[in-house]
Nanobody
Framework: QVQLMESGGGLVQAGDSLRLSCAAT????????MGWFRQAPGKEREFVAR????????YYGDSVRGRFTISRDNAVTTVYLQMTDLKPEDTAIYYC?????????????WGQGTQVTVSS
């Protein structure tokens, strides 16, 4: 059973950068894809980014493309989200997710979330 633990959230100002980390424990099966979602108060969950095990393929949500970069270190089964040029609209709880098959959302593993707050 994969367990995910996020870290790195906090309060920053607009234009700042922040890096989130998500460490997976409990084995590597279920971590073929690792990624991030976010949810702001009163809004639906939004896809942010994902990356595959081989680090050969990554995808980004439209609102973060060009500002956020996802990467992973398979030696420690950890995925990172480097966020730059942060905007107040990036304020949300950021959740890490992992899966063998990203299309099987019912089989995702989820972290507990980490708060990112961007002040203007």
């Amino acid at each position: 059973q994969v367990q995910l633990m996020e870290s790195g959230g906090g309060l920053v100002q607009a234009g700042d950068s922040l890096r989130l980390s998500c460490a997976a424990t409990g084995g590597t099966f279920g971590t073929n894809w690792m990624g991030w979602f976010r949810q702001a108060p009163g809004k639906e969950r939004e896809f942010v980014a994902r990356i595959n095990w081989r680090r050969s393929t990554s995808y980004y949500g439209d609102s973060v493309r060009g500002r956020f970069t996802i990467s992973r270190d398979n030696a420690v089964t950890t995925v990172y989200l480097q966020m730059t040029d942060l905007k107040p609209e990036d304020t949300a709880i950021y959740y890490c997710a992992s899966a063998e098959d990203w299309l099987q959302e019912n089989n995702y593993y989820w972290g507990q979330g980490t708060q990112v707050t961007v002040s203007s």
